[in-house]
Structure formats: C-alpha cells, structure tokens
Nanobody, 126 residues
Framework: QVQLVESGGGLVQAGGSLRLSCAAS????????MGWFRQVPGKEREFLAA????????NYADSVKSRFTIFRDNAKNTVYLHMNSLKLEDTAVYYC???????????????????WGQGTQVTVSS
C-alpha cells in the first residue's frame, strides 16, 4: 500500500509556472506507475500526464502537452508535475495517483489507478 500527498498548489497568474509534488510513503515507490489528474466541480476527473516506473516513458493529454512535464525521483519517492504557461482553464484540484505496474507501463485511465492523493488546489488568475 502507498499513501500519496500532493503539494505545491496555489494561486498563480496566467502565463506563470508552478511545480506540483506528490510524495509517496513506503519503500516500493519505484514499483508504481504514476499519474496526474485534475478535476473541476461538475466535471469528470481529467487525465494530464503519466509516467512509468523508471521515468523513461511518459504520456500527456493533448491539452497540456508542451506546457506540462511529469518526472519522478525514485530516490525521493516523489513524482512532479511542472506546469508552464498556465491558463485560466488550468484552474482545478490536481491529484496524483499510483498503481503497481510492469516496468515500462504508462497508465492514462483514472479507473486503473489504485491509490490517490487528497489533491492540491491550483488557481490561475488573470
């Protein structure tokens, strides 16, 4: 089992940048494929980015490709989401997720993840 805690959210102006962190408990972080999602009230949770266990393979939603970068540091049990060129429509609660997976697997479906963090609010202002 793994527990996930997101941090790094906050208020940022449009065009700015933020880096979210997701710290995982336990000693088997490198066994988990990781993903980032976001959700706004009244809408379904939206896939943003995913990364395999080693960090060598990633996948992005078209809406954030070229603006967001997912990466991980297995020594620190942490996965990150670096966000550039933020837009008003990026305002949401951001969640990280984990699932034990084979080494090269990248998971983009929210229904396949077993563990979720509590979320961190990102608000982009004009």
């Amino acid at each position: 089992q793994v527990q996930l805690v997101e941090s790094g959210g906050g208020l940022v102006q449009a065009g700015g940048s933020l880096r979210l962190s997701c710290a995982a408990s336990g000693r088997t972080f490198s066994s988990y494929a990781m993903g980032w999602f976001r959700q706004v009230p009244g809408k379904e949770r939206e896939f943003l980015a995913a990364i395999c266990r080693s960090g060598l393979s990633t996948n992005y939603a078209d809406s954030v490709k070229s603006r967001f970068t997912i990466f991980r540091d297995n020594a620190k049990n942490t996965v990150y989401l670096h966000m550039n060129s933020l837009k008003l429509e990026d305002t949401a609660v951001y969640y990280c997720a984990a699932r034990s997976a084979p080494e090269t697997v990248v998971i983009i479906s929210s229904t396949m993840y077993d563990y979720w963090g509590q979320g961190t609010q990102v608000t982009v202002s004009s």
